[in-house]
């Protein structure tokens, strides 16, 4: 059994009550914090813990909170990030489901460390139910005087509000999230400036995904070294894994990073292996935007040594024969899925997401899913898959932000390793791995 | 009237979730509660929500096109909203889709001729591990691990409520 951080309680019964999560050891890091501690000194920790940002980007979390404007003189913000819609990925909702109260201490310390008078959680609007969970487990902690004024009889007050998003992909960008958090429509910002010089409402913001707030308690009460000390190199502590498709046993695993790929995918204490006694296809292992690999590939880097769950070992190769670690959204295709139809699904919904604000990205993402759209529907032609390759290459690093790479990469990386499937479907419109439906849904907004 | 008395006290909280002249923020979570009340938006809700938010009407509709959960055009009491993104095509979403739009008699993004259903298809809701996977505004609770008996019962239940 890997050491659990996040979810060592998630199987207690009424874990989701203040009660019984202080019973389990619950803000204990708000009053360590408060009473024993400085602000800078909880950054100190956070930096020396090697926490990473669980969104995706792994930035270092403790990098980021240092960037921070001490001089300026307006308040500073902390914006937690759970606008989780990045296909594969649901760990986030899992967590403030089953633990809402570890994300509200999470943010109660972070916000401290910060020097944030309010916090808000951007939620995306779809999970209203989890919007009432942690509207519900707030409404506890300011009872319990974990919020609210004078936090534990100390000089320091937090509000800390829940906000709704209306459902665009697209504002899990912290940017657009901000945007969407004045009340605007959710397009990125140029950057720089960054949030934390010119963040909401033109304030100094830090903006932190789910997970790697509900890092931040765990560090605070055990010490950065001890989170440093868990996981390989700068891989440090755990991470939470959303795996599905075509394993026994999808759901939310919190693996200790370093651990093998193949490990993950077969043991019986995470994915169990590949469902109905099929064989391995490819995987996507950080969230649709990251580059598929083949079976080959995902199991054993180029060099032939063992991959790891880490960032480092997942991106090996780079973009030739590596991926990302990305969300940690972990989905597996078995040998009866087929590529082409796979990426024209992720390619119509980058098209769909794309906030239309860069042309490369509103029209690029357009063109993909046309042409893939055709290739699929067995009216390709063989110049078509240089074609997609080109329009990607075309977006890619030319957009206000990364929705254009996350568009791009999984046709480029699709088209690398899969190329021959591709030209199969050109070849033969009906020799596809799996009988289709040949039917359009119909776009419905 | 577009807003009741509670609700209007409601949104008057909401407002005091942001710093003093930041209420544009209550945007988003007002609009939620328009369509809670009105089952979609039009243009006389949005301008009175423009009105108690002291927001130009462009502000509003500007948002409210923007966002998918928002209806600008009339929908049924019920909107079906089925995750047609990857990993729940994979478990079979398309073929429930399919299936709801054979049961129900209409196409996608149509809507019943008594007013009860819209089919509209969504992309991915975060329940990848436990799809196929449908929800219904304006509490939308998560129907996960959906099949063609639960759609039954499901449009069942929502026939005898209606």
Same mark, same amino acid.
């Given at each position: 059994m890997g050491k659990k951080i996040l979810l060592e309680h998630v199987a207690v019964p009424g874990i989701h009550t203040l009660e019984v999560y202080r019973k389990m050891g619950g803000y204990e890091s708000v009053r360590k914090a408060l009473k024993e501690m400085t602000p800078d000194g909880v950054v100190e920790e956070v930096k020396k813990s090697g926490l990473r940002g669980r969104g995706g980007a792994g930035f270092p979390t403790g990098m980021k909170w240092s960037f921070l404007d001490?001089?300026?003189?307006?308040?500073?913000?902390?914006?937690?990030?759970?606008?989780?819609? @990045?296909?594969g990925t649901f760990k986030d909702r899992y967590l403030m489901e089953r633990i809402p109260h570890l994300l509200i201490e999470g943010m109660i310390t972070s916000s401290f460390a910060l020097g944030a008078r309010t916090s808000y959680i951007y939620v995306r609007g779809e999970m209203m139910y989890v919007i009432r969970i942690l509207e519900k487990a707030i409404a506890e902690a300011?009872?319990?005087?974990?919020?609210?004024?004078n936090i534990l009889g100390s000089d320091y007050s937090l509000d800390l509000h829940v906000q709704p998003g209306g459902g665009a992909y697209i504002c899990g960008e912290e940017t657009a999230l901000l945007?969407?958090? @004045?009340?605007?429509?959710?397009?990125?910002?140029?950057?720089?400036?960054?949030?934390?010089?010119?963040?909401?409402?033109?304030?100094?913001?830090?903006?932190?995904n789910v997970e790697t707030i509900a890092d931040v308690p765990w560090i605070v009460n055990n010490g950065g070294d001890a989170y440093a000390a868990i996981g390989i190199g700068k891989s440090t502590g755990t991470k939470l894994i959303s795996a599905c498709g075509n394993i026994s046993k999808p759901g939310v695993y919190e693996i200790?990073?370093?651990?093998?790929?193949?490990?993950?995918?077969?043991?019986?204490?995470?994915?169990?292996?590949?469902?109905?006694?099929?064989?391995?296809?490819?995987?996507?292992?950080?969230?649709?935007?990251?580059?598929?690999?083949?079976?080959?590939?995902?199991?054993?880097?180029?060099n032939n040594e063992k991959?790891?769950?880490?960032? @480092?070992?997942?991106?090996?190769?780079?973009?030739?024969?590596?991926?990302?670690?990305?969300?940690?959204?972990?989905?597996?295709?078995?040998?009866?899925?087929?590529?082409?139809?796979?990426?024209?699904?992720?390619?119509?919904?980058?098209?769909?997401e794309s906030c239309g604000q860069c042309s490369p990205c509103r029209e690029g993402t357009g063109w993909m899913e046309k042409v893939l759209h055709r290739i699929e529907h067995g009216h390709g032609k063989m110049s078509d898959i240089d074609l997609l390759v080109d329009v990607a290459k075309k977006i890619e690093g030319k957009t206000i932000c990364p929705l254009g790479e996350a568009a791009a990469w999984p046709v480029a990386s699709a088209i690398r390793h899969f190329r021959a499937e591709f030209e199969e479907h050109v070849r033969n419109p009906d020799s596809c791995v799996k009988k289709h439906l040949h039917r359009e849904l119909v776009h419905a907004h | 009237m577009v807003f009741s008395e509670s609700r209007l006290k409601e949104i008057e909280e909401i407002k005091h979730r942001y710093p003093e002249g930041r209420h544009k923020s209550a945007l988003l979570p007002v609009l939620h509660l328009a369509q809670e009340d009105h089952g979609w938006l039009p243009v006389d809700v949005m301008d009175e929500v423009a009105k108690v938010l002291d927001l130009h009407p462009i502000e509003v509709y500007e948002v409210a096109t923007f966002y998918t959960m928002f209806h600008v055009k009339p929908v049924g009491k019920y909107v079906l909203e089925v995750c047609r993104t990857g990993p729940c095509c994979n478990v079979g979403a398309e073929e429930l889709i399919i299936y709801l739009e054979e049961k129900l008699g209409i196409q996608s993004g149509e809507t019943t001729p008594d007013g009860l259903f819209t089919i509209k298809p969504v992309e991915c809701l975060a329940a990848c591990g436990t799809g196929p996977v449908l929800q219904i505004g304006p509490k939308y609770h998560y129907h996960e691990h959906l099949t063609k008996e639960k759609i039954d019962q499901l449009i069942d239940d929502l026939r005898a409520k209606a």
């Open positions: 001490k001089k300026s003189d307006k308040p500073r913000y902390l914006v937690c990030n759970a606008d989780e819609s @990045e296909p300011y009872a319990a005087g974990f919020l609210g004024k945007e969407s958090l @004045e009340g605007k429509r959710g397009n990125p910002r140029n950057k720089p400036p960054f949030p934390a010089v010119w963040g909401l409402y033109g304030c100094p913001t830090v903006v932190n200790e990073l370093g651990l093998s790929v193949e490990e993950f995918l077969n043991s019986e204490e995470y994915c169990g292996g590949i469902a109905n006694g099929r064989a391995l296809k490819a995987v996507v292992a950080g969230g649709s935007s990251v580059p598929i690999l083949p079976a080959e590939l995902i199991l054993t880097t180029a991959r790891l769950m880490t960032y @480092e070992s997942l991106s090996d190769g780079g973009f030739v024969t590596g991926t990302m670690l990305g969300s940690g959204g972990f989905i597996v295709f078995d040998d009866q899925q087929c590529i082409v139809r796979n990426l024209w699904n992720f390619t119509r919904f980058y098209h769909h | -």
